[in-house]
């Protein structure tokens, strides 16, 4: 069975409350990264001759996510059939557009597709383009566009700070085929950290991580 792209909403209390699954995959997904320096001309001054003034490093941005999904109703696509692309668009809009008045924001979203995507973060545009319609007006087909920006609690990002040695905390999606002591010594140069970064993770289990897993890699000196 094939995979299929899947959108959840993630509650207050960090679980998937509400799950969208694509109808049909994306073609592409594109994935972004962004460092920020600042080149204020008050803080760093460019010497006469200078080509370009002296930036310095700001920080990292927060990640991008992008892509299109098609939902089609003409019946077509087994899968989903008999959904209308209305009643399809009402169960997006609620899994990451939609307001949720107990926490005063729409929610952030887990976005998976099989072992290599996963990304947690708030949908910041959806443009839908229906490009097929009955003979009454009634669309049968739409294409909507989904851009995401990274979501980290603030836990996460006190992790991501923190400086050290050896020595920023990294992080790392846990792949089909790793291993936590593989890892630990890609980081460490030094397996027998495993335990350690096991009860940071809060794992209870080094040989049963899902594909997808975020882990945190904190300083040594922690």
């Known amino acids: 069975m094939v995979d299929k792209l899947k959108i959840e909403s993630i509650a207050a209390s960090g679980n998937a409350a509400t799950t969208f699954v694509a109808m049909l995959n994306p073609n592409s997904i594109k994935h972004g990264f962004g460092i920020g320096y600042t080149d204020d001309p008050c803080k760093h001054q460019q010497a006469q001759g200078d080509i370009a003034p002296t930036v310095q490093f700001q920080g990292y941005q927060s990640e991008k996510l992008d892509f299109e999904i098609m939902i089609d109703a003409t019946g077509v696509v087994e899968y989903k059939k008999g959904k209308s692309v209305q009643d399809q668009l009402t169960l997006l809009k609620k899994v990451a557009y939609a307001y949720n008045g107990k926490q005063h924001e729409p929610n952030p979203v887990k976005i998976s597709w099989g072992t290599t995507l996963s990304f947690r973060g708030r949908l910041t545009s959806m443009a839908v383009a229906y490009v097929l319609f009955d003979s009454s007006g009634v669309p049968l087909r739409a294409t909507v566009s989904l851009s995401f920006t990274q979501f980290l609690t603030e836990k996460e990002k006190e ?36 335990p350690k970064v096991a009860a940071f993770n809060k794992l209870p289990s080094i040989r049963n991580i899902n594909p997808g897993t975020r882990l945190y890699f904190p300083p040594l000196s922690q």
């Open 159 to 194: 992790a991501l700070a923190k400086k050290s040695s050896p020595d920023l905390t990294h992080h790392v999606i846990f792949k089909a085929g790793d291993t936590l002591p593989g890892l630990c010594h890609q980081i460490y140069n030094d397996s027998s950290y495993y």
